[in-house]
């Protein structure tokens, strides 16, 4: 098992920033990626970015130039830095964890990110 602990999230204004940070503890052996998804009321999650232990990223269009995804591998700790908020970035933000080895996935328990002035 892998377990995610997500910090930050909470309340910006338009143009601001926020950054989000999630810990992996458990069972971490292996190359793996880690990112953040985020869901909207009445929407399916969709992919935010990803980055994978050796460094790779991919990032969904609507954050490209705006957010910017980085790692701590010793640390197992993915970070999410988010700026030039929008309002339609308003959603829960889910942390990410996908181990190669055997092809699991594992998900934080959301954390809230309200954009709005």
């Known amino acids: 098992q892998v377990q995610l602990v997500e910090f930050g999230g909470g309340a910006a204004q338009p143009g601001g920033s926020l950054r989000l940070s999630c810990a992996a503890s458990?069972?971490?052996?292996?190359?793996?990626?880690m990112g953040w998804y985020r869901r909207v009321p009445g929407k399916q999650r969709a992919l935010v970015a990803t980055i994978t232990s050796g460094g790779s990223t991919n990032y969904a269009d609507f954050v490209k130039g705006r957010f910017t995804i980085s790692r701590d591998n010793a640390k197992n700790t993915v970070y999410l830095q988010m700026n030039s908020l929008k309002p339609e970035d308003t959603a829960v933000y889910y942390c990410?964890?996908?181990?190669?080895?055997?092809?699991?996935?594992?998900w934080g328990q959301g954390t809230q990110v309200t954009v709005s002035s």
């Open positions: 990410y964890f996908h181990r190669s080895l055997d092809e699991r996935d594992y």
């Open positions: 458990g069972s971490i052996f292996g190359s793996n990626a």
